[in-house]
């Protein structure tokens, strides 16, 4: 998101575990949205909202749904 605003490619990486059986899980997303898993056994399922920011009225994202 923070690259798509300053028109910027950025990407960051993402070290968790997983919620249902707590195996670390470690993942990149750029500012494409793309997803890339680090781990080949892992399927996870990434939310990426779809928020209109120049129309955007709430005070953040997350109020927007």
């Known amino acids: 998101m923070q690259g798509r605003l ?3 490619t950025l ?6 575990s997983c919620a249902h059986c707590g195996k670390p899980i470690e993942l990149t997303i750029d500012s494409d ?3 890339t898993v680090h781990d080949p056994e892992a399927r996870p399922l990434v939310f990426v909202p779809d928020v209109d ?7 953040n ?3 927007a749904f």
């Not at 990407?11 to 968790?16: A, C, E, G, T, W």
């Not at 920011?53 to 005070?59: I, K």
Request: net charge positive.
């Open 53 to 59: 920011l120049l129309t955007l009225r709430e005070e």
């Open 11 to 16: 990407s960051v990486r993402v070290k968790s």
């Open 6 to 8: 300053r028109n910027e």
């Open 61 to 63: 994202i997350i109020n």
């Open 33 to 35: 949205l793309n997803c």
